[in-house]
């Protein structure tokens, strides 16, 4: 069986030694996954990014570009590497794989439930209730032109991910896959100024209210629904 191309998009500002800590991780849990990095063109550390970039191996590719929310990030990433890649994933700067071929376990999971849908490990924080970090079969991004609604800006798209492998009953959990979330709501990073910004009362009350519109929303041409989005991605399932 030919391995599956993967391609995980990972945003970060203002956190290159985050990104060292990934990249360490990469090696030592023998990921063959390719690793985006996204960067903001502004960001005062751009410079140490590309250093690490250029200092590792292959797998590693740092882009950047003018400052955005991180679901525009990676629909842009995505969207220009859909054709690519078999799968495409998710994960913050601040998660950790601690897993051995965690990267290739969930690809395994894609393939197992006939190529397309979504496969999450546990991120020692949301565990089963959220896909923290993600992994979805690269057709799913094809179909919708994004990897996700473009109504939201950081928050909830982790809902939306999950809402659509129950929606299409491809979903795939594994326990014993982890992705380690080193967030300050389990102590395991200091509350910084992105952290503050990202989870502000008004960033988390404009998610809230864009995830909810497109969860219950109708089927409407004009804007992404769950329902509308569902029904594009169950022809997938009709053409395997």
Excluded at 211 to 217: E, L, N
């Amino acid at each position: 069986m030919t391995t599956p191309k993967a391609l995980y998009i990972v945003p970060s500002r203002g956190r290159p030694e985050n990104i060292a800590r990934l990249m360490g991780a990469w090696r030592d849990t023998k990921a063959t996954a390719q690793l985006m990095v996204c960067v903001d063109a502004d960001d005062p550390e751009l410079d140490t990014y590309k250093a690490l970039g250029v200092s590792h191996d292959p797998k590693i590719i740092v882009s950047w570009g003018a400052r955005q929310k991180i679901c525009q990030i990676i629909n842009s990433a995505a969207n220009a590497h859909a054709h690519q890649y078999d799968h495409i994933g998710f994960m913050g700067d601040d998660h950790l794989p601690r897993t051995e071929r965690w990267d290739a376990e969930l690809s395994e999971e894609i393939i197992r439930m006939g190529g397309t849908g979504v496969a999450y490990g546990n991120d020692l924080l949301m565990s089963e209730k959220m896909p923290t970090a993600v992994l979805l079969s690269a057709d799913i991004i094809r179909s919708l032109g994004y990897m996700a609604p473009p109504t939201l800006e950081h928050l909830c798209l982790d809902l939306v991910w999950k809402d659509w492998g129950e929606g299409l009953e491809r979903i795939s959990y594994r326990d014993d896959v982890v992705i380690e979330h080193m967030h300050p709501a389990n102590g395991k990073s200091d509350l910084d100024d992105l952290y503050r910004e990202n989870n502000s009362p008004e960033q988390t009350t404009r998610d809230a209210d864009a995830y909810y519109a497109y969860r219950d929303g109708p089927v409407d041409d004009r804007k992404p629904s769950l329902e509308g989005d569902l029904d594009e991605l169950r022809k997938l399932l009709g053409a395997e």
